[in-house]
């Protein structure tokens, strides 16, 4: 097992919490949560079905980034977080490193295939076909790299909601290896009505708030956004002018094949992915301070990441919450702003509170934080778990 150091050079994330990492840290600080009534979004569950919109206008995004407004949302909102994650990072010479790009997301340039036939099915001679060109997921990824000069390498992953945790160790891998120096990762998704439809239809979305890990709680809300990290080699590190955050020191994927949309109820795909990953840190369970979850507040993925976390910890639980409290479930790119979370909590010495929260599941008593609260934290356990029981678990370490 390759055991070369991977570390986190530079974050960047943008969620309905804050349109950069320090507004994101600052909501948590208040407690301030970014779900609300649909803005942006032209659905019929406008009122009716709350969810967690990045407060930003595809023109304001598109102002900020310098990028053309009629790019695919899901890009104007990647290359918003993989901007600032570059310029947070600080490389001087990116031009002589081999540099990838590996990004995440599920739902591509859906949003403008949906405007396409807004205007096709009333008459078919209308509609913009270049609005269904960039439909698919990888158009996505090389729209954002041309825009961020990296050519050495592009990829997309799109494992359901543990896509961008995926692009993250995926990028730790090459590094590893020596195919790549520096690498981008993380993911980003935006909105769509045929997401809002489909995850109505599977009737799994809250008209309330969501309230992960709560015995009451009646689903997830949606939401979207952008999280990415720039990973380096330990050579690379070495000539920044800042020190690190931290080191991606664990990780491991695992599949429980049980359900298209279902955790095992044993969890037992959760239960493989964090083993693998403490396996992988070289950590045991007592040395993990935070657990950032999965959890979504759905009947289904509370239960089974709980049970899970009750076989690797025992009675002995870190601090853990759910910081989809705050800004929905992202999907393909909650395992990259979760990440950007997890290693500001270490560098910021935090832990982030579960809003919402009142009772415990019955039979796990599981009681996440519901504080923001000042602590060291030297290893935090970062959950994303997807449909067709994709298992993914981060292990960030301080250094």
């Known amino acids: 097992m390759n055991k070369a150091p991977v570390y986190i050079a530079g974050v960047g994330a943008v969620t309905a919490i804050g349109n950069n990492v320090a507004e994101c840290m600052a909501a948590f600080a208040k407690g301030e949560a970014g779900m609300a009534d649909i803005r942006y ?30 790019l695919t949302r899901t890009a104007l909102l990647s290359l918003k977080a993989a901007q600032e994650a570059l310029a947070d990072a600080g490389i001087a010479n990116r031009g002589e490193l081999r540099t990838g790009f590996i990004s995440a997301n599920t739902v591509g340039g859906m949003d403008k295939t949906e405007q396409f036939y807004n205007a096709f099915m009333p008459d078919h001679q209308k509609g913009r076909l270049a609005n269904v060109v960039n439909h698919e997921c990888g158009a996505v990824s090389y729209a954002v790299a041309n825009a961020l000069g990296i050519e050495d390498y592009i990829t997309t992953i799109n494992t359901a909601c543990s896509s961008s945790a995926n692009a993250i160790f995926l990028a730790a891998r090459m590094i590893r290896q020596g195919m790549l120096d520096v690498a981008v990762a993380g993911g980003t998704d935006a909105l769509t009505r045929f997401t809002l439809n489909g995850f109505n239809t599977l009737m799994i979305l809250d008209r309330q708030y969501c309230k992960p890990f709560d015995d009451h709680r009646n689903g997830l809300n949606l939401g979207e956004g952008a999280g990415y990290m720039v990973l380096v080699s330990e050579r690379v590190a070495q000539t920044l002018s800042k020190p690190v955050y931290a080191q991606l020191s664990g990780y491991a994927n695992a599949n429980d094949a049980y359900h298209q949309t279902a955790s095992s109820p044993d969890g037992n795909g959760s239960y493989m992915a964090m083993t693998g990953a403490l396996q992988r ?57 979760e990440a950007v979370f997890s290693v500001m909590a270490i560098r910021n010495s935090v832990i982030y509170p579960n809003l919402r929260f009142n009772d415990p599941i019955e039979g796990l008593d599981i009681v996440p934080e519901t504080s923001f609260q000042h602590q060291p934290v030297a290893h935090v356990l970062s959950n994303s778990f997807g449909f067709g029981g994709n298992c993914s678990s981060l292990i960030f370490s301080k250094i």
């Open 41 to 70: 979004l032209e659905t019929a569950h406008k009122n009716v079905i709350p969810v967690a919109e990045v407060k930003l206008s595809n023109e304001e995004l598109a102002v900020q980034t310098g990028a053309p407004a009629n």
């Open 281 to 337: 840190a070289g950590l045991q369970p007592a040395d993990i301070s935070y657990i950032n979850l999965h959890g979504t507040g759905t009947q289904n993925n509370d239960q089974a990441e709980g049970t899970a976390i009750r076989r690797v910890f025992g009675d002995m639980l870190p601090k853990l919450s759910s910081t989809k409290s705050f800004t929905g479930h992202t999907l393909g790119a909650c395992g990259g702003v």
